[in-house]
């Protein structure tokens, strides 16, 4: 959703720009910041080679994924790799990366909508929002 929101606003530089789409999952034993990041299967790595890469988030939390997937694009060949979130979760960071592009610092509670879920649920919420904790012992 913030992508989508994100490449309409820079229209038209660069006039080259590629957008592509991937999901990033989190494998291993543990929280997910102890896991190996994988990309699915249906997106070649191979695409970003000689290419800048800009890497656009919704969220940076404990900077796993993202520190994976830089590590992913530069292994590939990417000629440069940037990093972009809408919200980073600076208090919760285990993976010591910083996003040249952010859009707001976020506090340490549990968000919900504009494409962030909770369970898979509200990520169509319009707008963002942090989820109360007796709503999370509830549901
Ligand atoms: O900095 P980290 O601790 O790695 O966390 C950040 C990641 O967590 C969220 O994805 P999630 O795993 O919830 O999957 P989703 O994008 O499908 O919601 C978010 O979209 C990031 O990809």
Redesign the pocket.
């Known amino acids: 959703m913030f992508t989508t929101d994100l490449v309409r606003h820079i229209y038209p530089y660069p006039a080259s720009l590629e957008v592509d789409f991937f999901?990033?999952?989190?494998y291993g034993s543990g929280t997910?910041?102890s896991g190996v990041?994988r990309v699915d299967s249906g997106f070649d790595l191979s695409s970003v080679n000689g290419k800048h890469v800009l890497l656009v988030?919704?969220?940076?939390?404990?900077?796993?994924?993202?520190s994976r997937l830089v590590a992913l694009m530069s292994g590939s060949g990417a000629a440069s790799v940037k990093l972009c979130a809408l919200l980073d979760?600076k208090a919760?960071r285990?993976?010591p990366i910083t996003a040249e592009y952010t859009g707001f610092e976020c506090p340490d509670e549990f968000i919900v909508g504009y494409?962030?879920?909770y369970a898979?649920k509200y990520?169509n919420l319009p707008y963002i929002g942090s989820v109360r904790e007796e709503f999370i012992s509830k549901h």
């Open positions: 999901k990033a999952s989190s997910t910041s990041v988030e919704d969220i940076i939390d404990t900077g796993n994924t993202l979760k919760r285990r993976v494409g962030i879920d898979e990520r």
